[in-house]
């Protein structure tokens, strides 16, 4: 008895062996003899007229291993068309795996296979039907779909429930090939098929109609929106449960298809209003549900699914604001990534209405603190609009804080992004909350940026440095409550970040000190000739050409040339 159940693992037996030389590797050199070695056994072995048919999958899924480590297996196309025809299930479908990851839609031997598809589509076995609708997702392109498409159709109404769901997904595939409706589909009603489909009595078959639902309410939702009962009604009994339990994940109803159906109802209620107080009332009852459900991912997805839903749809107050409340299960997460999603969605219900984002604002600034490089810069665009007149100081005093670390880090990326334009959205919209503040409100912000700028140079950091001095330089222009503090900026800017601006920025620097008083050419002449004597390195050069024109005298520094040029 022991004998005959491991009997059938004796054909693979080459098969295991393969795949544990493989794993024994030191080196791909070692990798490429072993597999080169192996692509010369099934060359011989599937061009043998007397090929052992028994031994068919295995020969495919061998050759599968070969060309996914990077050989060629060209010459395994013609045995897969072969095999593809066998009677023996096991060999069909191994073949028609091969086939899938060989070949794709445009390649000339797939109209070959569409003979032995057209036989598999009309096959009693639901298993061999099941098989080919999947092959023809994969494999049927433009061209051949009229030759598979009454098949297929027919098949959305096949007792098995398999079958049903395999042909949605081919029909879909169709559409995504032609979706226009101006080749093959030309004339078809398909949205017919997908509208039955969706009430169908399974599940899985509901939830493969979604999919094709969502790509084309996509491109034409107005044409979808009579559907929103009928997806408010799904939703509705998904997330009261009476769904078989086989769809539960960590208890949640089916969270896969809510989340499907939460996307596709963004989509028809966008800017809709009749429409998003039609499914206003679900997307609420999905919320809360999947909010107290348990600290699980899937039932963060959902609420993250349906805020992105409530952002996106005509503005309710009421569902802003339980979205705003939701979020904030998010951003105290320890995960990074449901933190990122957090501070996603916030900004999304920020962006609708901002007055929703204000409870927040600890937390989010909080998130500058974060070790996560991606996490700080979603942070960063949030706090944009976060900032008030009532908050300016502590948001800008962090965002400070937060750049002076990443320019010590020598964070490039991280340091152009909070520099070069979210500092200036900040300063703008405080000077624009708090006009009686603005003069105090500047020093300040421009004195953090300066730390930061200094901090950054230590760094070595050159695309930083020069993104934040051109925002420093771009506050001082805008909102410089006298010329004295202006020069007195642009004199540290140019100290340490003088390399990184740009010529003009010294043309214009120059042209301002010139047309001051002596008093005032006095002091500027005494400021950049302090910061010449403190170090010879190239970040003087722009202060060299400021003092220049004021009679001053360089005793470091090489000047570029177009500096010279413009004193």
Not at 14 to 27: H, P, Q, W, Y
Not at 438 to 467: K, T, W
Request: proline share 4%; charged share 20%; aromatic share 4%.
């Amino acid at each position: 008895m022991l004998q005959q159940l491991k009997a059938p693992k004796l054909p693979f037996r080459e098969l295991d062996m393969l795949v544990k030389a493989i794993g024994e590797c030191r080196s791909k050199a070692e990798e490429d003899r072993i597999i080169a070695a192996e692509v010369d056994t099934l060359k011989q072995r599937l061009s043998d007229p007397k090929l052992d048919k028994t031994r068919g999958r295995e020969y495919m899924v061998r050759v599968i291993y070969c060309e996914m480590l990077g050989h060629d297996a060209s010459f395994a196309y013609i045995p897969a068309l072969q095999l593809a025809s066998d009677p023996n299930l096991l060999t069909k479908k191994a073949a028609y795996l091969a086939l899938t990851q060989l070949l794709d839609y445009q390649h000339e031997l797939v109209l070959l296979l569409v003979n032995t598809l057209l036989s598999d589509l009309k096959s009693d076995n639901f298993v061999v039907v099941a098989t080919a609708l999947v092959v023809c997702s994969k494999l049927i392109g433009p061209d051949l779909i009229n030759a598979v498409l009454p098949l297929v159709t027919d098949r959305l109404t096949h007792p098995r429930e398999a079958v049903r769901k395999k042909a949605v997904m081919a029909l879909h595939h169709f559409y995504q090939m032609d979706p226009t409706k101006s080749g093959a589909l030309a004339g078809m009603d398909i949205e017919r098929h997908f509208r039955t489909t969706l009430c169908d009595k399974e599940p899985s078959v509901m939830a493969a109609t979604l999919n094709a639902l969502y790509s084309m309410a996509s491109a034409s939702p107005a044409q979808f929106r009579q559907l929103i009962p009928s997806l408010t009604s799904i939703l509705k009994q998904v997330v009261e449960h009476r769904l078989p339990k086989a769809y539960d994940y960590h208890r949640f109803p089916a969270p896969f298809i809510q989340i499907k159906l939460l996307k596709l109802l963004r989509v028809l209620g966008a800017g809709d209003k009749s429409a998003s107080d039609n499914m206003s009332g679900i997307v609420h009852l999905a919320l809360k549900r999947a909010a107290a459900g348990g600290n699980h991912t899937i039932g963060h997805a959902i609420v993250y699914e349906a805020v992105w839903t409530i952002t996106e749809i005509y503005p309710n107050p009421q569902l802003l604001a339980s979205a705003a409340e939701s979020v904030a299960v998010l951003l105290k997460s320890n995960s990074h990534n449901l933190k990122y999603c957090g501070l996603n969605a916030l900004a999304a219900i920020t962006r609708v209405s901002p007055k929703y984002a204000q409870e927040h604002a600890a937390a989010v600034i909080d998130c500058l603190e974060d070790p996560d490089e991606t996490l700080k810069l979603k942070t960063l665009e949030l706090l944009v609009t976060m900032t008030k007149s009532n908050n300016v100081q502590v948001v800008v005093e962090r965002l400070m804080s937060f750049l002076r670390s990443a320019a010590c880090g020598g964070d490039e990326v991280m340091l152009q992004h909070t520099a070069g334009c979210r500092c200036t959205q900040l300063v703008v919209a405080a000077a624009a909350a708090a006009a009686a503040a603005a003069a105090v409100v500047l020093q300040v912000v421009v004195e953090r940026l300066m730390s930061f700028l200094r901090s950054a140079s230590c760094g070595g950091d050159e695309v930083m440095r020069r993104h934040i001095a051109g925002q420093i330089v771009d506050l001082a222009e805008k909102y410089a409550p006298d010329t004295t503090w202006f020069i007195e900026v642009m004199a540290e800017v140019f100290e340490i970040g003088g390399d990184a601006l740009s010529p003009q920025l010294a043309h214009n620097l120059c042209r301002l000190i010139a047309e001051q008083d002596s008093d005032l050419h006095l002091t500027a002449v005494k400021m950049l000739i302090r910061i010449l004597d403190q170090g010879g390195t190239k970040t003087a050069a722009a202060a060299a050409a400021a003092s220049g024109s004021s009679g001053g005298s360089s005793s470091s520094g090489v000047l570029p040339e177009i500096l010279l040029n413009c004193i």
